[in-house]
């Protein structure tokens, strides 16, 4: 399948590759984002070899890398005799001055680190030698383990200041992800992405041909869907108990967003043991923490969301379900319990898109990108976008995913909860953003091309179809 998406990531590191000196490269992410694909992509033109660690010991780890060397670069008697880390890369060093910009990338690093801790002081060592300038080696460390990949950027730790690039990969964005999906209509595509987020894996396995409930039955609704046990791997692969953090997500998924309903829902007596927990998936990109944007940096005021909307859908829909879907009821599931509340679970993934319009896109309409966007709460309202553009003039947005058209009072009591909140208070200069996935009413589009600050948002407008 052709590589789609991450343009301005390729851009990056294809300036990184052609630049006239020495790369050092820490690129990471969550499982299944993507990370492998866009380095074969970048490097698919170069002088390369890319070796994938395992979870074996550094001397097999090490033998099976020289291995790879010589498949990519040809065998050499020298290599096969060198018996350590250091030795190897500084033969990778000196090969590059015959190949110039030659790109060596060790994916899943922590795996190497695991069994040799030594290895970041080895690379310093290497680094600080100096060799790797003589041919503009570029050295890319690859990993999906988050918190093992940011402290290797850390102060305290031997590589800090001399990478020439770090990359944190996220998912893809809605319009990079619905070209997997070109015969869409605008509705399915946003709820594909509302269950399958912008995992490329995920993305990859759906079929562009299929509807969207059989992509659901098919991957995840069958005991033998390539996603039915998706989230429980996700776990797996980084954590060894994983129950504590499997019962936070599916009480998170359930709608339990504050903290002490979380501990409710878990039935955790001690509500200390529980803040390691959340740090831990925040760190794996699993679940993000929100406080109100008018809220003090210190504040316990906080809501907690899946991030990942497969493991949100998951949660809530396939978990519950499981004894169906071993019985092989999957389409039965899908029928009697996702299809009538998928309208109900997209209203809180609908926003979340909404919102990354607005950090990505907004400067479309404005001229002006945004700085920090988020949302505002209080005691009896919600605003759903709020956020500060770079100009410092202040924007505030509804999303409504409902299948009726909005009219013009969603618009006014947004302006009333504007006007409220604490949060811009001062700053005249304010845009207002509804975003509707049916529409809206005459009226409300006639008041929209009087006032040039109310901004409306079909679905293929945030699409830019």
Not at 20 to 42: D, F, H, P, Q
Not at 51 to 76: C, H, M, P, W
Not at 322 to 342: D, M, N, R, T
Request: charged share 25%.
């Amino acid at each position: 399948m052709a590589f789609r998406g991450r343009d301005a990531e390729l851009t990056q590191l294809r300036r990184e590759f052609e630049a006239k000196r020495a790369s050092l490269m820490v690129i990471y992410g969550r499982r299944r984002i993507g990370k492998s694909e866009l380095i074969r992509e970048a490097t698919r033109a170069l002088p390369h070899v890319f070796y994938q660690a395992t979870r074996v010991t550094s001397a097999l780890n090490l033998e099976a890398f020289k291995g790879e060397i010589a498949r990519s670069l040809g065998a050499d008697d020298v290599l096969g005799s060198i018996g350590d880390w250091f030795g190897v890369l500084a033969w990778l060093a000196r090969k590059a001055e015959t190949q110039p910009g030659l790109v060596v990338v060790l994916d899943e690093f922590p795996y190497l680190v695991e069994d040799n801790p030594a290895l970041p002081s080895i690379v310093q060592k290497l680094w600080d030698s100096k060799a790797p300038e003589l041919g503009r080696l570029k050295l890319v460390l690859c990993g999906s383990m988050i918190a093992h990949m940011e402290d290797l950027l850390a102060e305290r730790n031997p590589l800090y200041g001399r990478k020439t690039l770090s990359l944190d990969l996220g998912p893809l964005p809605l319009r990079d992800a619905a070209r997997f999906f070109p015969a869409y209509s605008a509705d399915d595509i946003f709820m594909a992405y509302g269950i399958f987020g912008g995992v490329p894996h995920y993305l990859r396995l759906c079929d562009p041909d299929s509807t969207l409930a059989d992509n659901v039955v098919r991957l995840m609704l069958s005991n033998t869907g390539a996603l039915v046990d998706e989230p429980t791997v996700l776990l797996q692969s980084e954590l060894r108990d994983i129950h504590r953090y499997a019962s936070i997500l599916a009480a998170i998924a359930g709608g339990c967003t504050k903290y002490g309903e979380i501990i409710g829902r878990t039935g955790d007596t001690d509500s200390k043991r529980i803040s390691p927990y959340l740090d831990r998936l925040q760190r794996m990109r699993l679940i993000r923490s929100v406080r109100s944007m008018d809220a003090a940096a210190n504040s316990r005021d906080r809501r907690y969301f899946v991030a990942d909307p497969l493991v949100a859908f998951w949660h809530r829909f396939v978990r519950p379900n499981l004894s169906s879907v071993a019985q092989g009821f999957g389409e039965a599931v899908w029928q009697h319990q996702i299809a009538p509340k998928l309208t109900e679970f997209m209203g809180v993934t609908f926003e979340e898109m909404c919102r990354d319009h607005v950090r990505r896109h907004i400067q479309e309409r404005l001229g002006v990108p945004a700085r920090d966007i988020g949302q505002v709460w209080g005691a009896d309202y919600d605003i759903d976008i709020a956020g500060q553009l770079l100009d410092g003039s202040m924007l505030f947005g509804e999303c409504k995913w409902a299948q009726t058209e909005i009219n013009e009072g969603v618009l006014d009591t947004m302006l009333a909860r504007s006007a409220a909140t604490t949060y811009g208070q001062g700053e005249q200069r304010r845009h207002f953003a509804l975003y509707a996935r049916s529409g809206f009413r005459a009226g409300l589009r006639e008041r929209a091309v009087e006032d040039g600050s109310v901004l409306l948002y079909s679905l293929a407008d945030m699409l830019g179809t």
